[in-house]
């Protein structure tokens, strides 16, 4: 299928999560997650997505499966997690909020100063550093959100739904923000949404989920060298749509009789 | 007229208001001052009376203090260990909320007899006062953003991390909160205990110049230590809420004026 040889950096096997009260937020889920990759995690609201990223982090044990970490456990650290909210501390500043990762792991703040400043200017928020989140617009604190995963050079982010509350305009901008973060700093994103047109700007590999038990039901390579402005309104792009909402569909009809 | 004029002067011409009324009728009735003392005489009783008058008040101010520092290293320390610990809190909590509801005018004369006065005097001013920072920090440290203490667990925080960098910053506001009640409720217990040791005691506070006075029949002095114990709780509770402005008035709504 897709031609892309990198080998998987973290691996998803039969994968299931059934919560205290018995809901049953994914069952069998295979997932691999290739090295330098940009993946989406499709699927309606509940199908586990959200599930199956906290347990990549280790926020979440799973119930059945394993999740296996090319370089063991020592590549556990090496994350970084955008919420869906922006999840800053309000008492401290965009510099203190971005130091946190840094600072947990023992970090001196002199020594750390020009990695973060570094950071916030690659998000474009050089000038806020003194700035209080409160000061700040919704976009500009995702930012920092982005920053804070960043700065502690995580091989691998994951992002869970990070842009839903975002009006399009500023979405849109952070899109493009983000594919040029991916491309600089080659890292490997995994990313939660449930925006069809979102997950083809995005990525090169979207796997669409099916809810109530939460699995894999398609995956789709998006084979777009450049995306920019002119990719967003090409024919290729509203093919790519085309198809990812068809297969999003299909997963949404998939479990009959689990609809309520 | 503006609002901010209008804050002050419309309490202020109450007051005016007020003290004409009382001093008319003093005047109209021919009132003798051992029954109500003119708002002239209370004032003259003020001055005359000073040295004794102040060095009561700050006896009381001194049980105040300390009161009031007590409930809060009380109270936030209880609020912190029971946050650490479930079996503490299920422990203790019962108490703290009996000590609360069981009136402290009839535990200070108990009190007066196992203790020396002053800390008899202390103990009543601290048993009031220590419950609303123990009950605010508390919820302030429950309500921590769950994403946030995610974020921190992801990173690897030692308990001591989570509680100074995340909880107890957290829980500001409504320690904060709490202190700013504990102030004038430390005056009430400081009051409450100095009324009960009476005359028994040697203490020397406004509160027991009340007693005593009441006693001499010396009204006009009642209401010059009155007065004083007044100006007392609202100068207590100006500087609390500038204390609270001062930490808060960066990061938290409460303490932002909108402009609309």
Known sequence: MAPSPAAPIVSLLGVGKVFGNGLVALDGLDLDVRDGEFLSLLGPSGCGKSTALRIIAGLSEPTRGTVAWRDGADARRGFGFVFQEPTLMPWTTVFGNVFLPLKLTGADKAAAAPRIIETLARVGLADFAEAYPRELSGGMRMRVSIARALVTAPRILLMDEPFAALDEITRFKLNDDLVTLWRELRMTVVFVTHSVFESVFLSNRIVVMTSRPGRVSRELAIDAPVRDANFRTSAEYAGYCRVTSEALAHAMRAPAGAAA | ?260
């Open chain 2, 1 to 260: 007229m503006n609002e901010r004029a209008l804050r002050i002067l419309a309490p202020a011409a109450v007051l005016a208001l007020g003290v004409l009324l009382w001093d008319l009728v003093v005047r109209i009735d021919g009132i003798p001052p051992y029954i109500l003392p003119s708002p002239g005489l209370v004032l003259t009783t003020l001055v005359s009376d000073w040295p004794i008058l102040w060095s009561s008040l700050l006896a009381t101010l001194e049980t105040t203090v300390e009161g009031l520092a007590l409930a809060v290293i009380g109270g936030v320390g209880l609020a912190v260990l029971f946050n650490q610990s479930r079996l503490i809190e299920h422990s203790l909590y019962p108490y703290a909320v009996i000590l609360q509801v069981t009136p402290v005018v009839a535990v200070a004369p108990l009190l007066l007899i196992y203790l020396p006065q002053h800390a008899a005097v202390l103990a009543c001013a601290w048993i009031v006062a220590f419950f609303p920072v123990l009950a605010n920090t508390t919820l302030g440290l429950n309500s921590v953003d769950h994403n946030l203490a995610d974020l921190f667990r992801m990173y690897g925080a030692s308990r001591w991390q989570v509680l100074t960098e995340l909880k107890l910053p957290a829980a500001l506001p409504q320690m904060l909160a709490g202190i700013k009640i504990a102030g004038g409720l430390s005056l009430i217990g400081a009051v409450v205990a100095e009324i009960a040791a009476g005359s028994a005691g040697s203490g020397s506070g406004l509160a027991y110049r009340i007693a005593e006075s009441g006693y001499r029949l010396n009204i006009p002095r009642m209401f010059a230590a009155l007065l004083l114990l007044s100006l007392a709780g609202i100068v207590i509770f100006v500087l609390l809420s500038w204390l609270t402005h001062l930490v808060l008035r960066r990061w938290h709504e409460s303490a932002i004026t909108r402009e609309s």
